[in-house]
């Protein structure tokens, strides 16, 4: 188990890394996936504050999905933290797609971002 937890601390970090390489300063639209859930941030490494959050366990989001593990939630998802990013001003970011594959819930996330406003 431990292994498994160092390999996805090392893709994590790797990851991170060439965020930081690219960002020039934007900030960084990270995601976080469970077996049951979806969650996002929007974070301004440089002030180390939350700009703007969604996820699946918001009370309206419980109400209209029947549960947060389909890639339509994460579409969802996806539009509501670009309709919350606009808000707070923010137009562009980096993609922070942590040490998940570029696949499935995590691409539907991207893709609803990017059809709420947000580029990356």
Do not use: W
């Not at 941030?41 to 959050?53: K, N, V």
């Not at 707070?88 to 893709?111: C, I, W």
Request: a positive charge; hydrophobic letters at 40%; charged letters at 30%.
């Amino acid at each position: 188990m431990a292994k498994d937890n160092a390999a996805t601390d090392r893709r994590r970090s790797r990851v991170r890394r060439s965020l930081q390489a690219r960002a020039y300063g934007k900030p960084r639209l990270s995601v976080f996936r469970s077996s049951k859930q979806i969650y996002c941030q929007i974070i301004d490494d440089e002030a180390g504050r939350t700009l703007a959050s969604a996820s699946s366990l918001e009370k309206a989001n419980r109400e209209s999905l029947k549960t947060g593990a389909t890639v339509e939630a994460a579409k969802l998802i996806g539009k509501l933290i670009a309709e919350r990013a606009t808000e707070a001003g923010v137009k562009e970011v980096v993609f922070d797609r942590g040490a998940y594959m570029y696949h499935g819930r995590v691409k539907a996330l991207a893709e609803g971002a990017r059809e709420g406003g947000l580029s990356f």
